[in-house]
């Protein structure tokens, strides 16, 4: 690389000059219109892919950022089906390839590939081919090793080059090249000798999850000078963002996993994420007692078990999954409807890939995390070798921590999105909090309007769907759990949304609730009601101390895990 190449920023092409290739009239739109209806059957581009593909097949360099999951592959495999000779495609993993090489024998288009399993017999076929002008092949699919240490590969492909038959490199999960990104692979360092050789390949970088500083690691390390980067947004708007609690000395989270999954998910699929090999074993045999149809998954079981496993689940005879992040890259299910995290994630990127498992098929999906103080220390423990893994650690941690930001703006930060509020759509526990108040004041509104005087205790109970079924049809009842709901009652009595009505007689003083001095502001739809609320699964001795440290500092915080109907 030429150092002194100015890095970041991409070539200057304003936001109009973008604008030009998300339009169909180049000359090459027609024909890749008819390959993505009648080699992809597929009807339309998403978002990006078309503006992706144009400036690709314009010549440019770019760095795609897309979620995973909305199609980057099209990206290069749509622009490789439209143009001369091949495009050489870099992958980490042999398992990602051979999905690849499945998918695009099924569509009937030719792709060869090499790696460290191909035989010898399969190496020799495919190199010979590189600079056979009548070979048919599309794309070839090599290993980052291949790159770095077949030099009769390199030959080959310079060859191809020079016979102008390398029509363009893509770069899969490009991250991987940075030690600052989350997944670095050594070989991936040495990938700039592609654009070193084949100055004139358009080359295309693929990933997920990078952050703008990794973007600019990768962009040296590739050796691209100036690459446009498109980046789609990270905002899964069907995704529900959740963080539970966890008690180190007691915890009971299985149990309330397994509640959730028989309950609210009744009949549906999912993963349940968890820390170690011993974990997705203990787990999964825990849930399987609570009679949940579970399964462990981990690096550590031998191919035919994961691989059935895999298949169970895909097919739908398996519920759930209970599994390390070996479970991961290559999963492809659309209606996983929750994704389950027992133990953080050891950095937001990871836990933003792991959860975004769910709703792939856009209708809403649940991401739950349970955040245990101890865990942070056993995931400390095990990042400690890696670059930055203590600081990347602390992104998540502060993402559980966090009582009063919105779950996504807390997301969108660590990917540098611009991001509005307005966005989330009560789509997090944080934002959906107000929701919760506002139903607590109608009841108490409801019940006066009725002339009817209700305790703190109806008032707890017409909430939990526990009061006269007469009153339940009428109210929007919850599944929080009592600890959350009195915290909730308790914050409106002191935020002054409801207030003390009493009521003496000559025996006792009764207490009973009615709407406080700022309820008429609910009426008001700018008006915002907030409250910071600790979630946990305390028992009740260790509510009391806290309870007691919380009034202290007069915070107006409750305690109890957030659920929704
Ligand atoms: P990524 O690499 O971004 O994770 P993939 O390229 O593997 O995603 O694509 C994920 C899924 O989306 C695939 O099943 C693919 O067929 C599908 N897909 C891609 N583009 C489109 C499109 N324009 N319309 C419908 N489905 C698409
Ligand atoms: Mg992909
Ligand atoms: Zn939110």
Redesign the pocket.
């Given at each position: 690389c030429d150092s002194t190449q100015p890095s970041g920023s991409g070539p200057a092409m304003t936001k109009q000059e973008l604008l030009r290739y998300e339009n169909d009239d180049f000359s090459w739109s027609t024909e890749l219109e008819q390959n993505?209806k009648d080699v992809?059957q597929?009807?339309?581009?998403?978002p990006l892919?078309l503006k992706a593909i144009n400036l690709s097949m314009s010549g440019k360099d770019l760095f795609l950022v897309?979620?995973?999951?909305?199609?980057?592959?099209?990206c290069y495999q749509l622009p490789a089906v439209c143009s001369e000779g091949f495009t050489l495609v870099v992958t980490p993993l042999v398992s990602l390839m051979e999905d690849q090489l499945m998918?695009l024998k099924s569509i009937d288009v030719e792709a060869v590939s090499l790696n460290a399993s191909s035989s010898k017999e399969h190496a020799k076929m495919v190199l010979a081919e590189l600079t056979d002008s009548k070979a048919p092949f599309k794309l070839l699919y090599v290993t980052p090793e291949k790159i770095a240490k077949s030099k009769l590969l390199m030959s080959r492909l310079e060859k191809a080059y020079n016979a102008g038959r390398l029509s363009r490199i893509a770069v899969?999960e490009v991250h991987c090249c940075s030690q600052w990104g989350h997944d670095f692979r050594p070989d991936y360092k040495l990938l700039g000798i592609l654009k070193r050789q084949f100055p004139k390949v358009p080359l295309l970088g693929?990933t997920?999850t990078a952050t703008g500083s990794v973007l600019k690691d990768c962009q040296k390390i590739l050796c691209v000078p100036e690459p446009i980067t498109l980046t789609a947004s990270f905002n899964r708007t069907n995704l529900y963002y959740e963080v539970r609690l966890k008690d180190s000395n007691s915890d009971d989270s299985v149990s309330d996993i397994s509640a959730l999954i028989k309950e609210r998910y009744k009949d549906q699929s999912g993963i349940v994420y968890v820390f170690s090999q011993k974990d997705a074993e203990t787990v999964s045999a825990d849930l399987q007692k609570k009679g949940v149809n579970a399964s462990p998954y981990h690096a550590n079981m031998n191919p035919e078990d994961k691989s059935q496993v895999h298949r169970k689940w895909a097919t739908n005879k398996i519920q759930v999954v209970v599994a390390t992040v070996a479970f991961g890259m290559g999963i492809?299910k659309a209606d996983v409807r929750f994704v389950i995290h027992h133990t953080i994630s050891k950095s937001i990127e990871n836990y933003y890939q792991e959860s975004g498992r769910a709703g792939r098929d856009d209708k809403p999906a649940d991401c739950i995390v349970y955040f245990g103080f101890n865990d942070i220390f056993r995931i400390s423990t095990m990042v400690v070798m890696e670059n930055v893994g203590q600081q990347k650690l602390l992104t998540m941690v502060d993402y559980c921590q966090n009582v009063d930001r919105c779950r996504r703006s807390v997301i969108a930060v660590h990917f540098d999105e611009v991001w509005d509020d307005e966005g989330c759509n009560e789509m997090c526990d944080v934002c959906r909090l107000p929701s919760f108040m506002l139903n607590v004041v109608q009841i108490v509104e409801l019940a006066g309007s009725l002339d009817e005087k209700l305790t703190p205790l109806k008032v707890t109970e017409a909430w939990m769907g526990k009061g006269p079924a007469k009153r339940r049809k009428m109210i929007q009842t919850t599944t929080l759990s009592r600890l959350e709901v009195e915290a909730i009652i308790t914050s409106l009595l002191l935020q002054g949304y409801l207030s003390e009505d009493f009521s003496f007689t000559p025996y006792t003083t009764y207490f009973y609730l009615k709407l406080g001095g700022k309820a008429p502001l609910l009426k008001n739809q700018s008006h915002s009601i907030t409250m910071k609320m600790r979630r946990t699964g305390l028992d009740a001795n260790t509510v009391s101390t806290t309870q007691q440290t919380v009034q202290e500092s007069f915070r107006q915080e409750a305690f109890g895990c957030i659920s929704r109907d």
């Open positions: 993505l992809f597929l009807s339309k581009f998403r892919q897309m979620p995973t999951g909305r199609g980057k592959s099209l998918y899969d693929l997920a492809d």
